[in-house]
């Protein structure tokens, strides 16, 4: 993988929950890391045959290896151009060629 094509500077984030003295559930986010990635859409052709497989898929994200990463956790992109925040979660994680070098993260643009 070439350093160059990771131009996008992600958060790396994981929800927590824990109980409340009352016995409610709270949930809290926890930035894990911040990371280099990629970010590519998904073409239409792509998204079509990735239906078959994972029907929300809309991007690949690429970035090196983060031990732990998970498709509970989530990606925060923050746009430099508009200050946007815009999330990604997970849904699912491949390690490419099992190398624990680089993930390949098939991910569901939250809007």
């Known amino acids: 993988m070439r350093a160059g094509l990771l131009r996008k500077r992600v958060q790396v984030m994981r929800r927590t929950e824990s109980r409340a003295a009352d016995?409610?559930?709270?949930?809290?986010?926890?930035?894990?890391?911040?990371?280099w990635a990629r970010i590519k859409s998904m073409?239409?052709?792509?998204?079509?045959?990735?239906n078959r497989v994972q029907p929300r898929t809309t991007h690949e994200i690429t970035m090196r290896h983060f031990a732990g990463l998970t498709a509970s956790d989530y990606l925060i992109y923050v746009d430099p151009d508009s200050g946007a925040n815009r999330r990604f979660n997970i849904e699912g994680v491949v390690s490419v060629d099992e190398r624990r070098f680089e993930h390949r993260i098939a991910c569901r643009e939250v809007r």
């Open 23 to 35: 016995g409610g559930v709270i949930y809290t986010a926890t930035k894990l890391a911040d990371r």
């Open 43 to 50: 073409e239409a052709g792509e998204i079509t045959e990735a």
